[in-house]
């Protein structure tokens, strides 16, 4: 980090704020075990780093792979068809498993050297990219510069209203596309979305008792009951782990959201979107909100209830979940 002066990413944290890297020069691979040549090919990575392999691999960016493969596995058919997969892609495969290499890896010294002669190369002789744009804006950029939502954005870029191309979790837009769909004469009507900020944190009484604190802004969340014509007695909102608690506020969270309620004071369970999400929200969320204090959006709400739908856990019925 110190060297690059960006955060070093190993993981996709969930409703995170990545880091935009800078476009890359040349990729390098190395040491990359046996699993991850496989998956690489197969595009079934499931760790940022082959994930961002798969991502680059065709877009004719010097890349080098180094494997790093224990001696009974050096003649696996797998691994033979896929490294030789790798090499049509134009992907420099440093695999030499005739030459009795120290830890079964080409030398470091043999790695730097091709991306220096790849480098050279590219530079000489570039690959076309079709997809790098005059004018290039990261969604949270554009989302502060255009005064948009970064989950609006994202929307635009997946859905293909807008040229973009996926960078990590990230998308990066074509800034004069997005200036021309912009442009363009809205529905009459207003559009205009409230955003909620959801906040908890812990403090201690005069006893020395730590309490739970939630407001949605600004306001005391109150509890949503699923338990019957009468409240429960008493109803602590916890996070960071799964238990009762984390579900008493991921329902809150939910049945807020979706402003839903009841004449007669509890949920309906058959009809209540708050209670058929609350499981996942509260085993991808809630169970994974800092200990201390945390920060909540409406609008990473509905990315969260997007991506489900992306990911075919939505139902069909649901799809007037999100609102405008």
């Not at 499981?279 to 609008?299: M, R």
């Amino acid at each position: 980090e110190r060297l690059t002066q960006h955060a070093v990413q190993s993981t996709y944290e969930f409703l995170e704020k990545i880091d935009t890297l800078p476009e890359a020069d040349a990729i390098v691979a190395a040491p990359i075990t046996f699993s991850n040549v496989n998956q690489w090919v197969q595009g079934t990575g499931d760790s940022l780093a082959v994930l961002v392999l798969c991502e680059e691999s065709t877009q004719g960016i010097p890349t080098i792979a180094a494997p790093y493969i224990r001696p009974g596995l050096m003649q696996h058919p797998a691994l033979v068809t896929n490294i030789a997969q790798l090499r049509q892609w134009n992907i420099r495969v440093l695999y030499e498993p005739e030459k009795a290499h120290a830890l079964n890896m080409v030398p470091w010294e043999a790695v730097l050297e091709e991306l220096r002669l790849m480098q050279q190369q590219y530079y000489q002789n570039p690959v076309p990219r079709a997809d790098i744009f005059p004018e290039e804006i990261a969604t949270a950029d554009a989302a502060e510069k255009y005064q948009l939502s970064p989950g609006y954005l994202a929307r635009l870029a997946r859905t293909g209203t807008v040229r973009a191309r996926r960078f990590g979790r990230d998308w990066i837009i074509d800034e004069t596309a997005l200036r021309a769909y912009l442009a363009q004469p809205r529905k009459p009507g207003p559009r205009t979305r409230v955003v909620k900020v959801y906040r908890g944190w812990r403090e201690k009484d005069a006893t020395g008792y730590e309490n739970t604190h939630v407001t949605v802004n600004g306001n005391s969340l109150a509890p949503f009951n699923t338990v019957g014509p009468r409240p429960p007695r008493k109803i602590r909102f916890e996070w960071g782990y799964y238990g009762a608690g984390p579900s008493q506020l991921a329902t809150a969270i939910l049945a807020d959201y979706f402003g839903e309620s009841s004449v007669e004071g509890w949920a309906n369970w058959e009809t209540s979107r708050a209670i058929k999400y609350v499981a996942d929200f509260k085993n991808e969320v809630i169970g994974h909100l800092p200990p201390d204090s945390w920060e909540l959006t409406s609008e990473q709400i509905r990315e969260w209830l997007e991506k489900r739908k992306e990911a075919g856990k939505g139902q069909e019925e649901d799809r007037d979940i999100l609102g405008d």
